[in-house]
């Protein structure tokens, strides 16, 4: 093996970490500047918690959560949603919006004349938003817990040390999936109403409104040839401690990414060829 | 920086208007070729600075474009800096930056220091050179407290010296300026203006500008390029094109009572008359005649003299057909 590149690689990968360091450390400052729009973010996303209401209410008139084919006591299903939650407060993403708003506004002309790629400013954007939904969600769950004090419990060590990069590959999917949507932007200004479609599939074969238990045999054989189960439901059945396949999970998560990681790079080259063809 | 026979043209839909162009135009999309710039080709040399002018439309900002890599051109080709732009290496974009007058780089709700150390982080400096080249600047643009200041707290003029610092931090070889002084008040266009020059002499930078103030053109540019309608019309001295140019003077008149056209025939050539506003343009040395005569025989309020925006004198040029 030639020893000489990782010499070659070092300089690189300095510069690359020094740019993540101070991108994450910015963005987290600009970010603070809208801390209670972030709470208020972070409040809107209690759909689980609705879900929760709405399924303990069908789970009383329907002898219970084994009657409806879930296989979860009524705390496992509340610790569920709550494991939804949480996953869905880190893997949210907006970059579809903020490309279109920078494409509009003509901040993209900058960017693109910087030896960065742009898409790399929206990655820390949404680190750092993360970063400040952080406290807010810690104050939601502690109230939901102190609400429903039967589903109390901490997940083990073990699993969350599988759920943080679990929910980091999701991020990761979700975010390349949408920056693919957004990218689209080149070829038609408003590519978000495009992101509705995949909101759809997204908000019901994630897990979102329903563990993907309550689906029909079928409708979970076609959700599971999608992304859309890892990017909540695997995180959150890892966070409640319920029981999942957790190597082929991690191996299929793999895959998308590999998949979706080039794709959006070449859409991306092409996307640029087009709008310097354009005219900028 | 070279470009040889540069041409960009680009293909809009040809759209008729009402319901049946609308149908036609969904059924069978046509589309016109429009070309934008075509045949430009000239060179400049390393440390000079270049004044670029033209009317609106006339394909500034399209040939600083394929000049930058934003814009790929049709026909014909650049090299900036060893570089072809469109191709947009590293080398290339750590060598090069662009100025856009109302585009910018500072993230609003921060102050400027935070965008230059993004900045500084992007183009690879380390800390100490950093805060070096960022209090060097800040010292040439005379900018202090106001780099800790969120930019949306800032004014205008502060504003467009920090999206300099941005854009200049990572010391380019090459600056390209579209209206660098836009919607600046006239000190604060004297300060940038100075700043360029400054800029300029310490680090031989070669800079090619387009503005819409004849003062900056005249402080900074001893070479000029003229485009108009998409063509090179004259690539040289600004003083030999001042000499075509320059000869006019503007002069504004409000008049107690409205009068007739021919009134002003003797004067100067009218440029416009709206009521008791009146605006004339006059050779340069009749100018203190003509003035002399307006306030002795006509019922004038005020007058003020000044140099006609440079798009009414190149327009004027472009009309006369002193330069095709």
């Given amino acids: ?280 | 920086m070279v470009a040889r026979g540069l041409g960009k043209t680009y293909r809009v839909a040809d759209k008729q208007p009402g319901l049946g162009g609308t149908l036609r135009h969904f059924l069978r999309r046509r589309h016109r070729d429009v070309p934008a710039v075509t045949d430009v080709s000239f060179t400049i040399q390393p440390g000079e600075i270049v004044g670029f002018l033209g009317p609106n439309g006339a394909g500034k900002t399209t040939t600083l474009k394929m000049l930058t890599g934003l814009i790929h051109p049709t026909a014909g080709s650049a090299t900036v800096a060893g570089y072809t732009p469109h191709r947009r290496q590293r080398g290339f974009l750590t060598a090069i930056t662009l100025v856009m007058g109302q585009k910018q780089q500072l993230i609003w709700d921060l102050p400027p220091l935070d965008s230059l150390r993004v900045n500084a982080a992007v183009y690879g400096l380390d800390d100490s050179e950093a805060k070096r080249r960022i209090d060097e600047l800040a010292e040439m643009l005379e900018l202090g407290e106001e780099l800790t200041r969120p930019v949306r707290k800032l004014s205008l003029g502060q504003r467009m010296k920090a999206e300099l610092m941005a854009a200049l931090l990572h010391r380019p070889a090459v600056l390209f300026l579209d209206e660098p002084s836009l919607g600046l008040d006239v000190n604060a266009q004297a300060r940038v203006r100075q700043f360029l020059v400054d800029y300029n002499r310490r680090t031989g930078a070669t800079v090619l500008l387009t503005s819409h103030y004849m003062a900056d053109i005249t402080a900074l540019c001893p070479r000029v390029l003229l485009i108009h309608g998409g063509r090179l019309f004259y690539d040289g001295r600004l003083a030999r094109l001042s000499e075509r140019l320059a000869p006019w003077r503007q002069v504004r008149l409000e008049l107690a009572q409205p009068l007739p056209a021919e009134t002003f025939h003797p004067y100067g050539e009218l440029e416009s008359l709206d009521g008791a506003a009146v605006r004339l343009l006059i050779p340069r040395q009749q100018l203190t005649e003509a003035v002399a005569r307006l306030l002795n025989e006509l019922p004038v309020l005020d007058l003020e003299v000044s140099d006609p925006p440079i798009e009414e004198l190149i327009g004027r040029l472009f009309r006369k057909g002193v330069v095709a």
């Fill in chain 1, 1 to 280: 093996m030639n020893r000489r590149w990782p010499r070659a690689l070092a300089p690189e990968l300095a510069r690359g970490l020094r740019i993540a360091r101070v991108l994450l450390v910015t963005q987290y400052a600009y970010m603070l500047e809208y801390r209670a729009e972030i709470a208020l973010w972070a409040l809107s996303g209690v759909l689980p918690f609705i879900m929760l209401g709405v399924w303990s209410a069908a789970l009383t008139g329907g002898g219970g959560a084994a009657g409806l084919g879930l296989g979860l006591s009524q705390a496992e299903l509340a610790r569920y949603f709550l494991g939804a939650f949480i996953a869905r407060q880190f893997t949210v993403v907006w970059v579809v919006w903020a490309f279109e708003e920078d494409s509009v506004a003509g901040r993209l002309s900058p960017y693109l004349l910087q030896p960065l790629q742009p898409l790399w400013r929206y990655v820390a954007a949404h680190l750092a938003e993360q970063a400040t939904r952080l406290p807010f969600v810690v104050v939601i769950a502690a109230l939901f817990f102190l609400q429903q004090p039967a589903a109390f419990a901490l997940p083990s060590p073990a699993r969350l040390l599988l759920a943080l990069p679990a929910i980091w590959m999701a991020f990761a999917i979700h975010f390349l999936l949408q920056s693919l949507i957004a990218i689209l932007c080149f070829w038609s200004e408003r590519a978000q109403a495009l992101e509705r479609l995949l909101f759809i599939p997204y908000l019901f074969l994630s897990g979102l409104v329903a563990p993907l238990a309550a689906f029909p045999p079928g409708v979970r054989q076609v959700a599971f040839l999608t992304p859309f189960p890892y990017m909540i439901g695997f995180p959150a059945q890892l966070l409640a401690g319920l029981e999942v396949p957790i190597a082929s999970s991690f191996a299929a998560m793999a895959g998308w990414i590999a998949l979706l990681l080039p794709l959006t790079a070449l859409a991306w080259r092409a996307g640029v060829r087009r709008y310097t063809a354009m005219g900028g």
